[in-house]
């Protein structure tokens, strides 16, 4: 028979009454947040647009999307009580924002004909 003299991590939960979202992000947008000069982005909501969006400098626009998950993450923080080290789960997440591309607006590509103004935007 097998003992473990390891008691593990002890973690406890306190729940810090913070609203979490957490963002998946394109490489693109990722990369330049981490660079030496990061942007400044802009979340905002169009009166024409069906989703809020997030605008990065250089004109790229992308649609914020919420997605569920059906496993929950933990947001974990060191314990603060120096006597007994361990963790403590400040926050339950289960849902998720995704950054999707815009396309540009029909301003930005330019009159295409009746045809395309009917069918082409199923294509």
Do not use: C
Not at 60 to 66: E, F, I, N, P, S
Not at 89 to 96: E, G, I, K, M
């Amino acid at each position: 028979m097998s003992t473990q003299d390891n008691n593990g991590i002890p973690v406890s939960s306190a729940p810090d009454g913070r609203g979490y979202r957490l963002f998946e992000l394109p490489p693109e947008v990722e990369s330049a947040l981490t660079s030496q000069a990061p942007p400044v982005l802009y979340i905002k909501h169009p009166e024409e647009a069906s989703t809020a969006q997030l605008s990065v400098p250089g004109g790229k626009t992308y649609a914020l999307q919420q997605k569920n998950t059906s496993n929950a993450l933990l947001i974990l923080s060191p314990s603060t009580d120096d006597s007994v080290p361990g963790l403590t789960s400040v926050a339950t997440v289960h849902d998720f924002i995704e950054l999707l591309p815009e396309a540009p607006g029909p301003e930005a590509r330019g009159n295409k004909g009746k045809w395309h103004e009917r069918f082409g935007k199923n294509r």
